[in-house]
């Protein structure tokens, strides 16, 4: 047995701990004293359980000039993410058993992490066929990929959806109520995708849902946010709750569903705060600083954001305008929950997918500091705190801050035994 020590978020709070793993990778004991044949002692620092990002493009296959799988988990490493959800608006676009299966022949043994996989039903027959996948994006609005349904369709969709239990993720905006101008700034283009079109979607989202598993992916303003239901969930992305605007990032501030203004994202953040808001995930999706160039209405949308979701919620915790539980149910043990997988928490019987970090190391956000292929990041300059270590079932995929590892990332498919571990 190895032995990791430190300050463990355990039962939802931080207690100085021994972690046990056996070779198997997975957490075999909780202690406040262990002996191990080899152990590493990380002093007060925190140990937290591994973040799940479940929403992240990694554009592979099919669009590797951007991001790919190998690059990507390295990114999300170096952020304390040991899990994403990929979703499936890569090319082919996961809407077929034969792109689903080509995805996974093609990722395999190149994840630095581990990895679930959305697949993108247009229609309810292609339900059942999808189940290898973990979870379900619908897309409501057209945004990168052309995956758009149709309300009726998607009712259908979660008719099917239901009796699998599978989860639908939807990107929630109602093409009706955009507006017919030019942007040609990010404040431009909030006006032309305007917060009634995410609010009308998901009331209607909320009112066809059935028993259907279904969560609200990147809510941008509490309007939306209020009409989300309890017994469905949703998610913000560091994005919505670090930029707005104002920030002068031309067309690179242009992502689906925009950036809104200050206030908006001040009320967001308060709600996020109080615990109105599930998870929060990425919606890591890179471009070339290239593709970014052209004229605003012609570049894609979509921002990069993997290594720096939890670096930059850490940093709030130091600040105290957040508190640890509300950050590690959020990146967490919440996402795990809402996907349906064994990750996201310390305890005896999960894989040992930990995040080491020290709250006092502050440092700015920068391009060179989180690898991504792309190039750039939004959040340049702005103060994060990232991880000194990060394990993946035991075995280190960061150390001192840098990416060690890489392939050793697994698929994580459903379990055909029920939804939830005893
Ligand atoms: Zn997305």
Redesign the pocket.
Known sequence: MWVIRGRVFFRGQLEPLSLGIDESGRIAAIKKVLRGDAETDHGDALILPGCVDL?V?MRDPGLTHKEDISCGTRSAAIGGVTTIAD?PNTVPAVTTTTALNQKTDKLRGRAAVDYVLYAAPQSATAVPRLSDAVAFKVYMAE?TGNLEVTVPRMEEIFRAAEKEGKLVAV?AEDPGKFMKQKARDPQGHAAARPKIAEQTAVATLMRIRGEARVHV??VTCVEALDQVAATATCEVTPHHLFLDWSKPLGARGKTNPPLRSPADRDALWDAFRKGRIDAVAS?H?PHTLDEKGEPFEEAPA?LPGVATAFPLLMRRIRTGDLDLPRLVSAMASRPAEILGIAKGTIEVGRDADLVVVDPRNIEAVTTKRVRYKCGWTPFEGMEACFPQAVYLRGEPIVEDGEAVAEGQGRLITPRRTGHHDA
Do not use: F, L, P, T
């Open positions: 929403h493009h979703m945004s990107h992916a990147h919606d999706a979509g």
